[in-house]
């Protein structure tokens, strides 16, 4: 469904970008993949600082996925049903708000200018199961 993506991801809570942490970034157009990204200034001073992109077990289509973001001070985790996919150095210290959207419209869904959305097929849908967010005690 060209013009459409669902994303899992964080933003800064004073809406300053960079930086931005996608934990899950799903492009209809290549439903299959997913793209896990850090967007801002990492150690080679480039946006987006690096990026895993992957298909998971099973596809993506009909099947059901947890993902996981685990944040510390020196290390940023990512996981797809509980493995590993990706490890990096935390570059990021700002307080964020996490954000799950689904966008119609935009360059990220592939849908500039606007003639892909109009020619979508509708209804367009992802389903939730729930959402769990917890932290660590200091």
Do not use: C
């Not at 985790?77 to 990706?86: N, P």
């Amino acid at each position: 469904k060209q013009g459409q993506m669902f994303a899992i991801w964080l933003l800064r809570t004073d809406l300053v970008y960079p930086p931005e942490i996608d934990v899950n970034e799903t492009f209809f157009e290549t439903p299959l993949r997913v793209h896990m990204t850090v967007h801002g200034e990492g150690p080679g001073g480039s946006d987006p600082y690096e990026q895993v992109v992957f298909e998971p077990d099973g596809g993506m289509l009909g099947v059901w996925h947890t993902y996981g973001f685990e944040w510390t001070s020196t290390r940023m985790k990512f996981y797809t049903d509980g493995a590993l996919k990706w490890d990096i150095p935390n570059f990021v210290d700002a307080p964020m708000y996490t954000m799950i959207t689904y966008e119609v419209g935009g360059a990220a869904s592939g849908s500039e200018p606007i003639e892909p959305v109009v020619q979508a097929s509708w209804p367009g849908e992802i389903e939730i199961d729930y959402i769990r967010i917890y932290a660590t005690k200091p």
